[in-house]
């Protein structure tokens, strides 16, 4: 856990509030307007489409579990949400300015394969305080397609008491070959908050970690249908 740190006010942020919904150390005044700042720049070079914002709840734990396209997905995420949201993210990402930056604003720093248990604890505690961690289960990179969803994820969920919010994006990938888009569309898609199986020991957690994959699978699935449908509206639109 990340203690806070007595410059906030000489630089002009707030700390967090004891018992919020962000880690410590975090300025709450700079993590809002770092959500507003992606919310509005990620939209000027992209064709944003959010289907279903309504179904985010706006208070309570929230696991907020996406697929992984490209390093855009969680500035994306993160400056669409409605609410304070912590990342876990890779620890790579946690150096130099940026890395202050990222630790400022509450997001949590993760190093992948290594025994780690102190970023997931920070995130229960987050979790407890009422708030919303966002995670992209390894297997998600790539073409986007689930392959596997840790078992981190459905554990956060367990032990902090929390729902799963599955969200699936499409767009944010360039594909391979093409060095430039002009004004690409991305489409988000977000699911219905779900309760994962209550049983306790590791066949709960197996159970747990399978109906989250299955959600997010499911998901992709309907996000890729709806695309193909509109893609189909607008040739035959033209055909007419």
């Known amino acids: 856990m990340n203690t806070a740190h007595n410059d906030a006010s000489a630089a002009g942020g707030q700390p967090a509030k004891p018992g919020g919904a962000l880690p410590d150390g975090a300025w709450a005044g700079l993590h809002k307007?770092?959500?507003?700042?992606?919310?509005?720049?990620?939209?000027?070079?992209?064709?944003?489409?959010?289907?279903?914002?309504?179904?985010?709840?706006?208070?309570?734990?929230?696991?907020?579990?996406?697929?992984?396209?490209?390093?855009?997905?969680?500035?994306?995420?993160f400056g669409m949400l409605p609410r304070e949201a912590v990342f876990l993210i890779k620890h790579e990402m946690f150096r130099g300015p940026v890395g202050w930056f990222l630790r400022r604003i509450g997001q949590i720093p993760v190093?992948?394969?290594?025994?780690?248990?102190?970023?997931?604890?920070?995130?229960?505690?987050?979790?407890?305080?009422?708030?919303?961690?966002?995670?992209?289960?390894?297997?998600?990179?790539?073409d986007g397609a689930v392959e596997t969803?840790?078992?981190?994820?459905?554990?956060?969920?367990?032990?902090?008491g929390a729902r799963v919010l599955p969200v699936a994006c499409r767009g944010t990938r360039r594909p391979e070959g093409k060095r430039f888009r002009f004004f690409p569309r991305i489409d988000v898609l977000f699911g219905h908050p779900v309760t994962l199986p209550a049983e306790k020991g590791r066949a709960g957690l197996t159970a747990?970690?399978?109906?989250?994959?299955?959600?997010?699978?499911?998901?992709?699935?309907?996000?890729?249908?709806?695309?193909?449908d509109q893609r189909d509206r607008r040739t035959r639109g033209k055909r007419a």
Do not use: K
């Not at 992606?38 to 064709?47: E, I, K, S, T, W």
């Open 33 to 77: 307007a770092a959500q507003w700042v992606g919310r509005v720049a990620l939209r000027l070079p992209y064709r944003v489409r959010v289907h279903h914002a309504e179904r985010i709840p706006r208070s309570g734990p929230i696991v907020l579990v996406a697929n992984h396209s490209s390093l855009l997905d969680g500035p994306l995420l």
């Open 111 to 142: 190093r992948r394969g290594e025994p780690d248990r102190r970023p997931l604890l920070t995130a229960v505690q987050v979790l407890r305080a009422g708030g919303l961690v966002g995670v992209f289960p390894e297997g998600t990179r790539g």
């Open 149 to 160: 969803a840790q078992n981190g994820a459905a554990w956060l969920a367990r032990t902090a």
């Open 208 to 228: 747990a970690t399978e109906q989250l994959r299955t959600e997010l699978v499911e998901l992709i699935g309907e996000l890729d249908q709806m695309i193909a």
